[in-house]
């Protein structure tokens, strides 16, 4: 299985950037999706971001024009950049992975989900008002 290793949480005041950053191990074959997800305390898992092989991307409603998800395959490493945080952005931020990502009539992000995608470590985000 591939190791994907999340870095670039930290602290940051409202309306603050953050760039999260995922290394996978080793290059996922095709068709693959790829992508963030974040937990709130006492809460389930919701997806964030996610891309797939083919470029295609979808966001969460509640982080469009504000967080962008981008790849860079010759390093196999992923990224979320977070722009104009918010209190409510506040959550522990996984990085995941699945290879094949094979789906139809969904969002990337609910492809990702759905292909048993294998899971980085999480790192936490926190903004302070």
């Known amino acids: 299985h591939v190791l994907l290793v999340v870095s670039g949480g930290g602290s940051v005041q409202a309306g603050g950037s953050l760039t999260l950053s995922c290394v996978a191990s080793?290059?996922?074959?095709?068709?693959?999706?790829m992508g963030w997800f974040r937990q709130f305390p006492g809460k389930e898992r919701e997806g964030v971001a996610a891309l797939d092989s083919d470029g295609l991307i979808s966001y969460a409603e509640s982080v469009k024009g504000r967080f962008t998800i981008s790849q860079v395959t010759a390093k196999n490493a992923l990224y979320l950049q977070m722009n104009s945080l918010e209190p409510d952005d506040t959550a522990t931020y996984y990085c995941?992975?699945?290879?094949?990502?094979?789906?139809?009539?969904?969002?990337?992000?609910?492809?990702?989900?759905?292909?048993?995608?294998?899971w980085g470590q999480g790192t936490l985000v926190t903004v302070s008002p």
């Open positions: 080793s290059a996922l074959n095709r068709p693959y999706c």
């Open positions: 995941a992975a699945a290879s094949p990502c094979v789906y139809r009539s969904m969002t990337t992000l609910q492809a990702l989900r759905s292909n048993r995608p294998v």
